[in-house]
């Protein structure tokens, strides 16, 4: 992809870096496992970066999600536990916690 602040008009070249992070939302995390040849092809996967309600939302949807949920409850020990307890901690903040945090 394109290098963040390289230039980027016509007659100039552009700078080509590696995707480092890619971040993608839940149902895109679902389908990509499949087209990986599965949750063990998956490389990397930036646990700490993981919505806790994606989690929560793999299990409402059953078997349709199964292999998303259990990817990240084996990569990254996620459960339905681990997002109550994610829930309830950001319940007792202010709004102003994360950004003085």
Do not use: Q
């Not at 700078?15 to 890619?22: D, I």
């Not at 949807?61 to 829930?87: F, H, Q, S």
């Amino acid at each position: 992809m394109p290098c963040a602040g390289s230039p980027g008009g016509a007659s100039e070249a552009i700078l080509e870096c590696p995707v480092r992070n890619w971040c993608v939302c839940e149902w895109a995390f679902s389908g990509y496992i499949a087209k990986a040849g599965g949750c063990d092809a998956i490389k990397n996967i930036n646990c700490n970066a993981t919505n806790a309600l994606a989690v929560a939302h793999y299990e409402d949807k059953g078997p349709e999600a199964a292999d998303a949920l259990a990817c990240l409850e084996t990569r990254c020990g996620l459960d339905a536990k681990t997002a109550d307890e994610a829930y309830k901690e950001f319940d007792k903040k202010e709004p102003w916690d994360e950004v003085l945090s």
